[in-house]
């Protein structure tokens, strides 16, 4: 079994920055992807930022140059750096990763809040 657990999330402003982190722990061997959605009210889960094992990045437009994704393979954790967030980005962010056999395995989410 994997588990993910989030943590960061909270209350920040308008042009501040705020990191989120998540750890994979359980029995597995290598991950082939890990990443950030988030889901804001009334809205469907959409794709933050993913990160290869190997180091491969992806972002949504909405989020290119103001966030930054990076991962630390030896721990099995992965990051997200918000810069300059927007009252839009406040959503859910949750963590997932995925394995070369397409499992996916998903956290709770950490609860990120945009406001002055």
């Known amino acids: 079994q994997v588990q993910l657990v989030e943590s960061g999330g909270g209350l920040v402003q308008p042009g501040g920055s705020l990191r989120l982190s998540c750890k994979a722990s359980?029995?597995?061997?290598?991950?082939?992807?890990m990443g950030w959605y988030r889901q804001a009210p009334g809205k469907e889960r959409e794709l933050v930022a993913t990160?290869?094992?190997?180091?491969?990045?992806n972002y949504a437009d909405s989020v290119k140059g103001r966030f930054t994704i990076s991962g630390d393979n030896a721990d099995n954790t992965v990051y997200l750096q918000i810069s300059s967030p927007k009252p839009e980005d406040t959503a859910l962010y949750y963590c997932?990763?995925?394995?070369?056999?397409?499992?996916?395995?998903w956290g709770k989410g950490t609860l990120v809040t945009v406001s002055s």
């Open positions: 359980g029995s597995f061997f290598s991950s082939n992807t």
């Open positions: 990160i290869t094992r190997g180091g491969n990045t």
């Open positions: 997932y990763i995925r394995f070369p056999n397409g499992e996916d395995y």
